[in-house]
């Protein structure tokens, strides 16, 4: 069997990767039209950081896994092709700030039709909504060649900065696929791929909208939970409540359950914001505005916390930040990722160099110039300082952030840190991740989402 991935970005390229190491009897391409990113993925420094990943690569790649720029010889050989490609939401037009856009879908599916001389199962592997299959279906239909294909629907879970493990040991495999003997046979055929090392019982088969669809379910509901309980975090901080202690009793209900229940400076990532909003906007096109409206808020809440964190920042630091050094602890979504797509890190720091501060910001794996690129701030501005360590951006420093939960911030010597800030020096813990008593004592003054408000902290 011959397998091509169209697309070699963070879910494409580790999907793959684990694809070709589990089934070796099974020759995987991963094509690209950026020739950097696939030079990349062909070099020991992959575009993509995950745990885990770099040994998984190393496994298969010129065994049975391979990356080229040669995306119409790839699909000619495929059996199956996977379309992994970008579809950020639309900033234009019909559905703007909402919608999906779909060209690079659109551009797929014609080259397939263009290029394909034999039948190919085309499987969704993009977070794409409801009905794109059939419009994918409708192009390659059209084509006078007379090839019929199946398209399948096999949404990806994955998580970043866990995604080997949640490769190698997945809570489900969805795959959606047409209630027709055919499309039932498809559906079979990709079923025998993941059947070589996740058991049958966790491979879901459904039909294909309602896979489509459970994709961006997923998504929103995981997404409403951390809103939910960042609403709760500003209720705590008035009342003299600790939303972590808020957060464990409600957990610890077995119809609650206790995951994605941590308050923070709010979600980021490829998938939440987009994924919720393209819900947004289905349900207005469907005519269900309600609907619509109930999850809309899921996205203002989200804004709101991260706008309530910058604006703590600001009014607890005497009402201004200008030409005061901001030492910025993280700058990923998330840790053990070095994506930053939607993180909180960049409405934070946009809010404050709003207000003129004088940012430091060091993260362990992303590029300065993607931090350049996410505040949309010349390369040498005067205002950002880009940090080798932690302990550099927080010299000279009257406050530190912490805006991403990576576990090397834990262990920071704090006593030099604080020897080293100026007076009164602060610490705003967005991933409730330090030891706050500790750093009471040594002599911080601390903030973190969600805890009873103290004299630290000017109301």
Known sequence: MKVCCIGAGYVGGPTMAMIAAKCPHIQVDVVDLNSERIAAWNSDNLPVYEPGLDELVGEARGRNLFFSTEVKDSIRRADIVFVSVNTPTKTFGIGAQKAADLRY???????????????????EKST????????????????????KHQ???????????????DLTFPDRILIGGEMTPEGQAAVEKLVSVYANWVPRERILTTNLWSSELSKLVANAFLAQRISSINSISALCEKTGADVDEVARAIGSDSRIGSKF?????????????????????LCGHFGLPEVAAYWDQVIKMNDWQKHRFSERVVRTLFNTVSGKRIAVLGFAFKKDTNDTRESAAIQVCSELLEERASLSIYDPKV?????????????????????????????GAHALLVLTEWDEFRDLDFEAVYKSMVKPAWVFDGRSLLDHDKLRRIGFRVYSVGKPLSLDVKI
């Not at 879908?105 to 499987?123: C, F, L, N, Q, S």
């Not at 398209?151 to 493990?165: M, R």
């Not at 490829?270 to 994924?275: I, N």
């Open 105 to 123: 879908i659109e551009a797929v599916a014609r080259t397939i039709a263009e290029v394909a001389d034999t039948p190919k199962i085309i499987v």
């Open 128 to 147: 794409i909504p409801v009905k794109t299959a059939e419009a994918i279906q409708t192009i390659l239909g059209a084509d006078v060649k007379g090839v």
């Open 151 to 165: 398209v399948l629907s096999n949404p990806e879970f994955l998580a970043e900065g866990t995604a080997v493990a």
């Open 261 to 281: 229940l941590k308050a923070s400076v709010g979600f980021g990532g490829s998938c939440f914001q987009k994924d919720v909003l393209n819900l947004v906007y």
């Open 367 to 395: 590029e300065s110039t993607q931090i350049v690129k996410d505040l949309e701030i010349p390369a040498d501005s005067p205002n950002v300082e880009f940090a080798q360590s932690a302990e550099q951006a927080t010299a």
